[in-house]
């Protein structure tokens, strides 16, 4: 098999870049819900001399307070509220960061937007489809910024994919597998937040495939999902013998694995698996399948939402079948965090669109809940999404 030189060339035009933006007023930011993923926001944020903390809400009493003073914060500058609720109704602000677990990001967002706030809303969008449309419906009417916590999105290695495949490289894509897994990763680092039913309301579909939805979705323009059959268990999280935590197997209340046969709008199929736990190193390599070229992007053991190596491009070139490695892609020493942060205060400052848009996420969304209702049902549903 021939190997090509020069095909590379073909996708070494610039790089979208995350550019500050300058501005002379301090932007007011709150963050609603103190767990683990608030510090990666609040020290982002940080980072940023045009932005200021201001206040923070969290439902358990005195963790927000705690969780600022170990940050090394001084506690009596800022304001903390028992909830989203009443942060929003005595604050004055420009943006908020939702960092709640997943049942109540709907709720806090659409009081947010409702309140004429810009909102960062961490990833997944919420937990159904519903909540989606009333979360795009509140961004409407309030014609703020909303912007989805994909940090991945700024990786230069998920940038080639898309640049790949909206090159013309691989021809029309028909078919597409994705997803990831990880032998045993069920997550619980604080607590049970990811793994109860009133908390986290998806598991491993929620949580990781998320992600593995939008390095696809993205690259190929978020076609609309039209119908899925989709498939999730529980038995890793379920199992005394297999849990990570024992004690967490009475109220483990979410799918460890799921699996999903989409169509998407223009004739293209979408094969997705993903997996917190399960007897397997990976479900596989995400694949691309064009009428002109295919791409491999390679997985990673334990499934973290990154390019796991080189990524492959087979296509015909003279009549010969060649395959064309892309290297690995480093950010230039940039964070990836940082970018996901800065392009939404930036869209703030400048009232420039959403760097990750909820009309591109709802279609996430749409697959997420499409199948965690098949599965429920049992059979292939018809995904409808009305007018926003
Ligand atoms: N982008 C990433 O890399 C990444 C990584 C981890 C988690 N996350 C996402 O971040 C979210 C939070 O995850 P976590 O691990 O920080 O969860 P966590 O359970 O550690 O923290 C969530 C906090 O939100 C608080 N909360 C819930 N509802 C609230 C409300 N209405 N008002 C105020 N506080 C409220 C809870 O009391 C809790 O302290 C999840 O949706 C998760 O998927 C994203």
Not at 26 to 53: N, Q, R
Not at 199 to 216: F, H, M, N
Not at 269 to 285: E, N, S, V
């Amino acid at each position: 098999m021939a190997s090509s030189t020069g095909i590379l060339d073909k996708f070494k035009e610039t790089q979208e870049e995350v550019k500050e933006v300058k501005s002379d007023r301090k932007l007011k930011v709150a963050i609603i819900g103190c767990g683990w993923i608030a510090e990666a926001h609040v020290k982002s944020y940080i980072k940023c001399p045009d932005v200021e903390i201001v206040a923070a809400a969290d439902l358990i009493p005195g963790k927000a307070e705690a969780f600022f003073d170990g940050l090394g914060f001084d506690t009596e500058k800022l304001r903390f509220y028992p909830s989203h609720k009443e942060l929003l109704d005595t604050e004055e602000l420009d943006a908020v960061s939702v960092c709640t677990y997943n049942a109540t990001h709907a709720e806090c967002t659409i009081y947010a937007l409702e309140k004429g706030v810009n909102v960062l809303l961490e990833k997944p969008m919420c937990v159904t489809l519903q909540e989606a449309i009333e979360i795009c419906r509140a961004e409407k009417k309030s014609g703020k910024v909303l912007s989805i916590g994909f940090q991945p999105r700024f990786d230069e290695n998920m940038k080639m994919i898309k640049k790949i495949v909206q090159s013309g490289e691989l021809g029309e894509v028909y078919y597409i597998q994705t997803g990831g897994g990880r032998r045993r990763g069920i997550p619980t680092p604080f607590g049970t937040s990811f793994i109860e039913k009133e908390t986290a309301g998806l598991g491993a579909l929620g949580d990781i495939g998320c992600y593995s939805l939008d390095v696809v979705m993205n690259a190929v323009g978020y076609p609309k999902p039209l119908t899925v059959t989709g498939y999730k268990s529980d038995f890793f999280g379920k199992s005394p013998k297999y849990s990570n935590k024992p004690e967490y197997v009475d109220i483990f209340g979410v799918d460890d694995f799921a699996a999903g046969f989409v169509r998407l709008e223009g004739g293209i199929i979408l094969d997705f698996r993903i997996a917190w736990a399960m007897h397997m190193d990976t479900p596989g390599d995400s694949l691309i399948f064009g009428k002109e070229g295919g791409l491999r992007i390679p997985s990673t053991d334990c499934w973290n939402g990154s390019v796991g190596g080189p990524m492959k491009i087979y296509h015909d070139v003279a009549g010969e079948q060649v395959e064309t490695t892309i290297p690995i892609l480093n950010n230039g020493g940039k964070d990836l965090f940082d970018m996901k942060i800065r392009s939404f205060l930036d869209a703030v400052i400048t009232g420039s669109p959403s760097p990750v848009p909820s009309s591109q996420i709802i279609y996430n969304q749409a697959i997420l809940d499409g199948i965690a209702r098949s599965a429920e049902l049992g059979k292939e549903i018809e995904i409808e999404i009305p007018e926003i």
